[in-house]
């Protein structure tokens, strides 16, 4: 079973770039059968999907963050990351990285291992 | 690309069966059998409950069924339990490869 972490500031001010981390265990990033996905919920509000990469690189994005979005691997650390740039108070959030369920071998379009998420406030 | 749309809450009492739906469009809910619900616990992260519309993972009660007509989705959860009680969203794909995710509002369960 895989485990997922985030990690990074807790505090960012508006305008500047939300970076967090995402550390995987129990299984290599590299791995072809997985995709890895980020996904937000705002203080009191419903989930937001931002963004998902693949083992290829390839990623694919919430047009409404697309702008400001950037998810990138870091194998050697068997991480990936999230960038979100010129943030807003909008972009206060619990963020979470998350994992699909993988069913006979291939990969389901649902997230079953989720990291225990991390509270990001944009304040001045 | 629009959220799903679910109804803000249901209730019902222990014993009793509840649906909540997902209401979408043919981009989205209608037009790939990638729906997934989630049960979410407060302060919790989301629990995966039915995946690909009607499968449910290993270790997931069979009192969690899902089930699709046209561009609406539905969660039926039968003989509801206190610890059912919880926020449930629902997720689909959208997009011209079918790649880009998107959660419905969440419907918040409570039970009696």
């Known amino acids: 079973q895989l485990q997922l972490q985030e990690a990074g500031p807790g505090l960012v001010k508006p305008s500047e770039t939300l970076s967090l981390t995402c550390t995987v265990s129990?299984?290599?990033?590299?791995?072809?059968?997985?995709?890895w996905g980020w996904i937000r919920q705002p203080p009191g509000k419903g989930l937001e999907w931002i963004g998902n990469i693949y083992y290829s690189g390839r990623t694919y994005y919430n047009p409404s963050l697309k702008s400001r979005v950037t998810i990138s691997f870091d194998t050697p650390k068997n991480q990936f990351s999230l960038k979100l740039s010129s943030v807003t108070a909008a972009d206060t959030a619990v963020y979470y990285c998350a994992a699909p369920l993988i069913w006979f071998g291939e990969a389901m379009k649902a997230f079953e291992s989720w990291g225990q998420g991390t509270m990001v406030t944009v304040s001045s | 690309q629009s959220a799903l749309t679910q109804p803000a809450s249901v209730s019902g009492s222990p014993g009793q069966s509840i649906t909540i739906s997902c209401t979408g469009t043919?981009?989205?809910?209608?037009?790939?059998?990638?729906v997934s619900w989630y049960q979410q616990l407060p302060g919790k992260a989301p629990k995966l409950i039915i995946f690909d519309v009607t499968s449910r993972p290993s270790g997931i009660s069979p009192r969690f069924s899902g089930s699709k007509s046209a561009n609406t989705a539905f969660l039926a959860i039968s003989g509801l339990q206190a610890e059912d009680e919880a926020d449930y969203y629902c997720?689909?794909?959208?997009?011209?490869?079918?790649?880009?995710?998107?959660f419905g509002g969440g419907t918040k369960l409570t039970v009696l």
């Open positions: 129990g299984g290599s990033i590299s791995n072809n059968l997985y995709y």
């Open positions: 043919s981009s989205d809910v209608g037009g790939y059998n990638s």
């Open positions: 997720n689909s794909y959208t997009g011209s490869s079918a790649l880009e995710g998107v």
